[in-house]
DNA sequence: AATGAATGAGTCTTCATTCAT
DNA sequence: AATGAATGAAGACTCATTCAT
């Protein structure tokens, strides 16, 4: 049963009656939540990551928390969204304009490069993801990527019809750009170095557009 | 207290009083208790795992767990050492009567995804240890690549100084190739399909060596 | 704050300045507030139940409730006296009128009968008050019984004089009646049931007045 | 994969390894757990009885409640398991042995006043079920009176019958008396007084065999 | 060496209540 | 008067670790 009672006659039936919601505030509050809860589950992981810590370094309450996330593992999953949003803006931005194969090529992966070295608790958190919630089909990640894979295998493919490309599957070399590229990120991770991921992609196109081998070993092995 | 090896040197090789230690016994428990751990901390995640489910599945009781390893901690990372022994015990093995140059790169990176096609749960392993303990300097994987590196690059250089390979620091090539074993490894575990490995050996070796583009475009790239 | 009888006398019955107060409409969704929650306590029990729920149902926001009843407890007590006076009401009226001992009686178990038939939630919260606050002297509903005790013994002790009743203490008497009729009552809450209760009046008055032994065995009895 | 290596031909297969399972122990700490329960839930209420006072009353840690009962409702769902048990156990004992039907009777009455004199908790252990757990289908106490059911009916039926009990179907007499019975009980309870139960067995049977109308009554009655 | 009962610190989550607007 | 965001105390439950037998 709902209350009825609300005489929305008198004010013509504008205005809800009670404080007005401020949404600037709201929203602004659930970043703020989310970029400090992305912070501390990826220094010090999402196990030993209480909330309790999340709400003290924000200087909130810890009951705040769950006005705006129903638990602890809706937070985790916000903030991977969160960053996986803010991941794709970025790269799509990068890439808007590319005149050319190459360009978009180059540009695709330098800003995948440059998002993560400015972003490297977007990382953390997907390993994060993977240690914590097994269960999960694939990876936030993962989802991504095949929603993306579609495009760049038909990159591949024109350049390989234009003589372009070797007569390698796009599949195969979109395979190959993946692991190269993911390899790096989770390397640098891994290793504990933080170095720069921009840097790796002159080097990285190079061996990719050439090889390795020498010109008189390719005719030879030719 | 943790198992430990028992120098019976230090008794001058004289018998012990009291019924002799049965050393096959306890070794082959402590390995019973790494496999069985790994495989758990592999499938529920280290923070997810409970000795007392270690314990149920061994038959065993939780205390007996302690006999052997001091800590849960201790566990995982004997668990891990025991791993990654394994894996450079497989791959030095696969690599040792290479008998040329290319023949070790390609059974090198065949044996590495041979190992991990065999045992999936190191990966994991792997990706726990990051994600449990932030605060470790390097990932016991990276220690291992670091290890083997002078090796590599050494090798690289070698084929550089010959002509076989371009012009490219050896450092960077060793980079390169082992992101792109490093990011098959992840990609295919983060990913949740299960491939084989094994088979990205060829496509892999063939785009390092020769890159991606024609033979003509190669020519007008110079 | 709670609502409370706004004694206009104060100000000598001149209008207070400002807009005045629409007692109706205060009233009116107290009433409101009571119903609802009376529902919600009694389908889901006290401390299930949230204040929130309550809110929620009435379409109403949490705060306000506030505005009606200081706590929890006291929304819960305001309930509970909602629901006896209401008892009060309908059973007195019931029984206002009864030209004889005897229908008196069956009208007064009959009408008790009925207004919990039609009002099963105050049973509810009968339990619930006694569940939750161990602490109160005596239930609301035995603070009921016990002012109108009296006037039942007095009946049942003229009736005795007249002959009418065996020679058995009119306390006895309102004892066994009240027992039973508490009994059939909560009986039927707790055995999950929901049967009616009127139709018992007939059978019950029928032993209680002339036990269960037939005329043959009472006359030996004696 | 369990643990196989348990030489058990050393022992002859006789005595497990380890320290062997104290029983009485872990029986008679499970019982002090239940009565420090149920005392616990019976003066504070279910809702208002945390773990963490039953270990401290014990003088146990929190914890070992849980190595005894998985949750807290298991705990309380325990206990009143416990208590009907004896409560059956008491009165099958005190009945067994009854020579006659009116002795049966009697002794049944009594048998169930006695009980719930000595163990007046269990009256509360059973609101307290009503109050929190809304969704159970029958009380756990009425599960029992309609086990026992079909013995009183038939009992009664009999004494019909035999004309010794007026013409009055068995059902409507064991209604009867089971709301008397229950009646008292529960009254009792919610009036807070603590009187004795038994002592109302021999006026109830009275007013229950006789009614309260006096001889002459009931034969204008007729 | 093996056992498993006992321990208790650590955390998530709930929700009555407050109060600025 | 109404609103609903913020608060923080309270409590159920987990589990690594200890230790007497």
Redesign the interface.
């Known amino acids: 049963?709902?209350?009825?009672?609300n005489?929305s006659t008198i004010t013509g039936g504008r205005r809800p009656p009670?404080r007005p919601k401020d949404m600037a505030h709201l929203h602004r509050r659930r970043e703020d939540i989310l970029e400090c809860a992305t912070k501390l589950f990826a220094?010090?992981?999402?196990?030993?990551t209480d909330l309790k810590s999340v709400a003290d370094q924000l200087g909130v309450a810890k009951g705040t928390i769950y006005n705006y996330f129903d638990t602890k593992n809706d937070l985790f999953f916000a903030c991977l969204a969160y960053g996986m949003q803010r991941m794709r803006a970025s790269i799509d931005q990068e890439t808007a304009d590319a005149t050319s194969t190459f360009q978009l090529l180059e540009r695709g992966m330098h800003a995948y490069f440059a998002f993560f070295d400015a972003n490297p608790d977007l990382v953390e958190l997907?390993?994060?993801e993977?240690?914590?919630f097994?269960t999960r089909?694939?990876?936030t990640?993962?989802q991504h990527?095949e929603q993306r894979k579609a495009r760049w295998v038909d990159l591949y493919e024109t350049l390989r019809r234009d003589?372009?490309?070797?007569d390698?599957p796009g599949e195969?070399?979109f395979?190959?750009v993946?692991?190269?590229?993911?390899?790096?990120?989770?390397?640098n991770?891994?290793?504990?170095r933080k170095q720069s991921l921009q840097e790796?992609t002159a080097?990285?196109l190079?061996?990719?557009?050439?090889?390795?081998?020498?010109?008189?070993?390719?005719i030879q092995?030719t």
Chains 1, 2, 3, 4 share one sequence.
């Open positions: 049963m709902t209350y009825m009672h005489d009670g220094s010090r992981g999402f196990r030993n997907l390993v994060q993977r240690a914590e097994k089909e694939t990876s990640y993962f990527v003589g372009i490309f070797r390698i195969k070399i395979e190959f993946n692991h190269q590229v993911y390899g790096a990120l989770f390397a991770y891994f290793s504990g790796l080097p990285i190079d061996i990719f557009y050439r090889g390795v081998l020498s010109e008189k070993e390719q092995g």
